[in-house]
């Protein structure tokens, strides 16, 4: 079956250092993979997505992931982090028989609590 | 700007209610999803559409239905409410490549 994982409930960083949010999957074929960051009572907001080419990617707020297809892994990255990125992420891969429809499979979510 | 907005925030129902969810989105886009997240499982596909009154379930549409009759909204519908639908719902949009762009959810409580 299709599936992501996250495997830490919850990363504690202290402000200033780096983080590092894991998250492999086992998904068929070439995916798209993408994070999301929720802030408390709010939607999903799109941090970064790979398609294809590099497998270092840039996306917002400073955040970078490192795809590694011989891990199926796609671990979210920042080198220091703030306080102000304490939220909830979200790992998701494109379901490979969705088509062009665009189906997401959604990891279960890491908690990010970043420490003054 | 990008905008994906669905009807209520917080909303509180009865077993047994029917319930409307809406969800508008000003991109032209023509993929619409229904999510439903909880605590530990992450997001869970209820409904998707992709196109004007075409639908196709997801991987929990028990106990909903969807209903897409203009391309901008997309609407999910809780026949009969039941506790365990209590959850916070998502709704999203996309095309092709872009992932998806997510409302700001509605947090439902059937007592």
Known sequence: AQSV??????????????????????????????????????????????????????GSYGFEAEFNKSQTSFHLKKPSALVSDSALYFCAVSDPFSGGYNKLIFGAGTRLAVHP | DVKVTQSSRYLVKRTGEKVFLECVQDMDHENMFWYRQDPGLGLRLIYFSYDVKMKEKGDI????????????????ILESASTNQTSMYLCASSIPGTGGYFGPGTRLTVT
């Open chain 1, 5 to 58: 994982a996250q495997p830490e409930d919850q990363v504690n960083v202290a402000e200033g250092n780096p983080l590092t949010v894991k998250c492999t999957y086992s998904v068929s074929g070439n995916p798209y993979l993408f994070w999301y960051v929720q802030y408390p009572n709010r939607g999903l907001q799109f941090l970064l997505k790979y398609i294809t080419g590099d497998n270092l990617v840039k």
């Open chain 2, 61 to 76: 549409p028990e106990g909903y239905s969807v209903s897409r009759e203009k391309k901008e909204r997309f609407s999910l």
